[in-house]
């Protein structure tokens, strides 16, 4: 390999719409703090987007999920139903409630959690499902929703991956008593760092706020009823979500190009399984392109990344099964717990670059890598 190829980072976010000028009147007007009013704006427009009354920005997708649990008054004793196959904050958010997660496996076709395992996970202390939309492609709403309202259970929808994706033309986020999303740099829109939760239910919404706020109290300020924290954005960070908002729909049409283009370029190469183009409800929207190594190959997604790497070519591993996380078996969760397909696809699995930013001749050159690799 020679040294003047450049290195494909995993991703590169796209910043040349309007975030230079939106940041440059937060300096000139003073406004950086939360109280800033593109904080205001940001929040009413995604929450409409979304066809929501309300949008509660925060400092990051996993603050969304706290935030969530804590405005449903999940605690001690109560159980929260989720996928194994997700990222570390929906559990922590969970744990840190002094809740209990329960967890199911996935579909080994679209990733997201096989949603006919829910209902015998149901106990009397079941309190909530929480649904995550993983890489691409939406959880199978309509049976969870039919659960939710058959067992009187909340539901809070993990949207950090799903901006401007649809189940069944409805769009991703707007399922859930309480929705979340996350604007870091690798998602379809960024503040850098930064999330937000959205609801139709003003009680939840007000709590919501209230939790982000500290619980400071509007007639009282410094007297505290319940514990709170800071988990307010800036204007800083809703001044770049403005921005991006702008150029969603743009975004997803990149994003679902770079999948296609992968899919064609991919398609008949053995020993890979790729994300689905689409499923009954919903086309993929590639937040990421995952691949999963078949049975065939004879070495696993480490040794592939390794070998991607050696190539100048960033990669990241799949999530790790929340069942198979060290810091839940050292609290003694999920001693006897299998999810067979999120233990396999953990194993096999890593996406390659798909940013924003990333170029045709990229694409080319991570396929052909690829081939090169698996060979
Ligand atoms: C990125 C992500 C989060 C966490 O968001 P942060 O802003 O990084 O805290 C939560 N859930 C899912 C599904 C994500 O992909």
Sequence with gaps: MSESVKPIPVNEPLLDGSEKQ?????????WISSEGPFVRQFE?????M????????????????????????????????????????????????????????????????????????????????????IYGLPVDM???????????????????????????????GSFGDLSTFSFYPNKHITTGEGGMIVTNDGRLAERSRSLRNLCFQTHQRFVHEEWGWNLRMTNLQAALGVAQMERLEEFVQRKRHIGARYTELLKGVE????????????????WVFGLVLKEEVPFDAKEAMRRLAIEKIGTRPFFWPMHE???????????????????????RGFYIPSGLALTEEQIVRVTETLKTILN
């Design 142 to 172: 309509e049976p969870v929703l039919d659960i939710a309202a058959k067992y009187g259970l909340a539901l809070i929808e993990d949207a950090a991956e799903a901006h401007g994706q649809a189940y069944k033309g409805q769009l991703c």
């Design 50 to 133: 979304l066809d929501r009354r309300f949008g509660i920005a925060v400092c990051n997708g996993s603050a969304a999920l706290d935030a969530a649990v804590a405005a449903l008054r999940i605690g001690a004793g109560d159980e929260v139903i989720m996928p194994s196959f997700t990222i570390i904050s929906c559990a922590a958010a969970v744990v840190r409630a002094g809740a209990k997660p329960v967890v199911v496996d996935s579909c080994s076709d679209t990733w997201n959690m096989d949603v006919t395992q829910i209902e015998s996970k149901i106990t009397s202390r079941t309190k909530a499902i929480l649904v995550v939309h």
């Design 325 to 347: 996380q060290p810091v839940m078996k050292k609290m003694g969760l999920f001693d006897n717990e299998s999810c067979p397909v999120a233990e396999r696809i953990a194993r």
């Design 44 to 48: 009413e427009q995604f929450a409409k």
């Design 271 to 286: 020993g890979l399984e790729l994300p689905l183009v689409k499923t009954e409800y919903a086309e993929n929207i590639y």
């Design 22 to 30: 939106h940041l440059i009147e937060c300096i000139e007007t003073g």
